[in-house]
């Protein structure tokens, strides 16, 4: 890679999380004390109508953000180039296969990350989350092939829409794929109830929870990919 090639990449990176952070902050507000409430009601940001609690959501690859929409929208502009419907299924990964080796080489700080095939930096990367939000993980092309090996399932990751998340803090580790907008919930979720230096009670309670929620929803990838 020519230097500028690799100066772009760079630039491509620092933007996305830039983006991520962004994105984050937008994620579910502190319910500490003082807090402000919560609106009740969240809006469709294509025609505004309010949406429930529970609704889709949509990439829009020009600005590069994530959309709230209603099922009118998202039926009407699915076929939108503009507009991209983030992933669709949560699969449980109960057979994943990561050793130690293979992790670290993905140098990660803590055991909780989530990896996306991303056509911004035409690459994988990968976040975790931290107190500022999410932090980036220069990955390279050897460490995520090495994992593609051991779990053929992720190459059909669908890029931009899709993310693997992966919980090596909890025994068993747990992995999925789950929609993109899930993964920013997360990152938010994290920053809003970080404390401290380890992240307290983000660490603790919100991820166990986050990942329940996950569980609950989705469907065992070996039952349903033989
Ligand atoms: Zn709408
Ligand atoms: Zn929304």
């Given at each position: 890679m020519s230097n500028l090639d690799a100066m772009v990449a760079a630039r491509k990176r620092a933007e996305m999380v830039a983006r991520m952070r962004n994105l984050a902050k937008a994620g579910p507000p502190s319910?500490?004390?003082?807090?402000?409430?919560?609106?009740s009601q969240e809006r469709c940001d294509i025609c505004h109508t309010t949406v429930p609690e529970d609704h889709r959501h949509m990439l829009h690859l020009v600005d590069r953000r994530i959309v709230c929409s209603c099922e009118a929208c998202w039926a009407l502009y699915?076929?939108?180039?503009e507009y991209r419907p983030t992933g669709m299924r949560t699969l449980w990964l109960d057979q994943f296969e990561c050793d130690e080796p293979t992790w670290a080489g993905?140098?990660?700080?803590?055991g909780l990350a989530f990896f996306m095939r991303s056509t911004v930096t035409e690459s994988v990367v990968a976040f975790y989350p931290s107190p500022v939000g999410a932090t980036e993980s220069e990955l390279t092309l050897e460490s995520w092939d090495a994992l593609v090996a051991c779990n053929p399932v992720l190459e059909h990751l669908d890029t931009d829409a899709e993310a693997l998340v992966a919980n090596r803090l909890s025994d068993p580790a747990q992995y999925a794929i789950v929609p993109i907008d899930h993964c920013y919930a997360l990152v938010g979720l994290i920053k809003s109830r970080w404390e401290g230096i380890s992240g307290g009670s983000a660490i603790e309670q919100a991820v166990p929870e986050f990942f329940a929620g996950i569980r609950a929803r989705s469907v065992n990838a070996s039952e349903v990919l033989r």
């Open positions: 319910r500490g004390a003082g807090a402000p409430p919560r609106s699915s076929g939108n180039p993905f140098r990660i700080p803590i």
